[in-house]
């Protein structure tokens, strides 16, 4: 999803991955208030901080990706892959935790 970003944005489509992006959301909303409508206060949690934090890493990473070296100043490209490539893994790790955290919390409710 990060590299399609790049590409609508280079052919003025960023609204298609806008839409993907508001349909995951609304998804993991879905899913989080188990399939029950619920107010965003009842689905927001201390789970959702790791998610919060990956979000700020992808927005980084995404940033130096469609800026390019400008957005890194005189370093140039070199600078660029070391900030974005480590900034797009800790996106995962900070989603995947989330991911531990909120199935934990399922199975402990369910018992």
């Given at each position: 999803?990060?590299?399609?970003?790049?590409?609508?944005?280079?052919?003025?489509?960023?609204?298609?991955?806008?839409?993907?992006?508001?349909?995951?959301?609304?998804?993991?909303?879905?899913?989080?208030?188990?399939?029950?409508?619920?107010?965003?206060?009842?689905?927001?949690?201390?789970?959702?901080?790791?998610?919060?934090?990956?979000?700020?890493?992808?927005?980084?990473?995404?940033?130096?990706?469609?800026?390019?070296?400008?957005?890194?100043?005189?370093?140039?490209?070199?600078?660029?892959?070391?900030?974005?490539?480590?900034?797009?893994?800790?996106?995962?790790i900070c989603l995947n935790a989330t991911l531990v955290l909120e199935v934990t919390h399922r199975l402990r409710a369910r018992r």
């Amino acid at each position: 999803l990060h590299d399609t970003l790049n590409v609508a944005v280079e052919y003025g489509v960023f609204w298609i991955p806008a839409v993907v992006l508001l349909g995951g959301a609304t998804a993991a909303a879905w899913w989080i208030s188990g399939g029950e409508a619920a107010a965003a206060r009842e689905m927001l949690s201390w789970r959702l901080a790791p998610a919060a934090v990956g979000a700020g890493f992808m927005a980084l990473a995404q940033r130096t990706d469609i800026d390019g070296p400008e957005s890194v100043g005189p370093g140039g490209r070199l600078l660029n892959t070391l900030l974005e490539e480590p900034c797009e893994l800790a996106a995962i790790i900070c989603l995947n935790a989330t991911l531990v955290l909120e199935v934990t919390h399922r199975l402990r409710a369910r018992r």
